[in-house]
Structure formats: structure tokens, C-alpha cells
């Protein structure tokens, strides 16, 4: 009796281990392939300049007035602001 008692718990555990290491292994690899999707996805960006402030951005990032590129819509408002005192200025 004792040894098919034993019997069964070290199925019992057989069956835990096995169960556990199945469940780490699908999550290490369902890990891998996010890990590949996302580096597949990621492409090479052109950099551009702030006309104010000179930081670089990716140019999808970038606000844009048809000539300057700038780092924040603040920066191009403040560039048209400095641009237009000059020239009244003058």
C-alpha cells in the first residue's frame, strides 16, 4: 500500500514539474517572438534639426512650417515671434 501511495505522489510531482517547466518555456518563447516583432518593425529614421533650439528629433517627431523644423509647436511659435520682432525692428 505504501508503495503504490509513494507511486503516485512521484507521478503527482512528475506531473507539476513537467506542467511548470511547459508553462516557462511557452512564455519564454512567446517573449522571443515579441521581442522579434517588435525589432522587425522598427526602421532607420532621417534626424532633423530644431531651427531654435539645434536638438535633434526623428523627423516624424518634427513640427513642421514648410521651410524650419522644430522639436515642439511652442519652439515654432517662439521662432515666427523672434522672426517677425526682427523684422518690424528693421
Do not use: W
Not at 511548470?20 to 516583432?37: G, Y
Not at 522639436?71 to 522672426?83: A, I, L, Q, R, V
Amino acid at each position: 500500500m505504501r508503495a503504490i501511495v509513494f507511486l503516485l505522489l512521484v507521478v503527482l510531482v512528475f506531473f507539476i514539474i513537467r506542467f511548470t517547466l511547459n508553462k516557462v518555456i511557452q512564455i519564454r518563447d512567446h517573449n522571443k517572438k515579441l521581442a522579434t516583432d517588435s525589432s522587425e518593425g522598427k526602421t532607420a529614421e532621417a534626424m532633423v534639426r530644431c531651427a531654435l533650439c539645434g536638438v535633434h528629433l526623428p523627423q516624424s517627431d518634427a513640427y513642421y512650417d514648410g521651410k524650419d523644423t522644430f522639436c515642439s509647436e511652442g519652439h515654432m511659435n517662439e521662432f515666427h515671434n523672434e522672426k517677425s520682432t526682427h523684422s518690424t525692428e528693421d
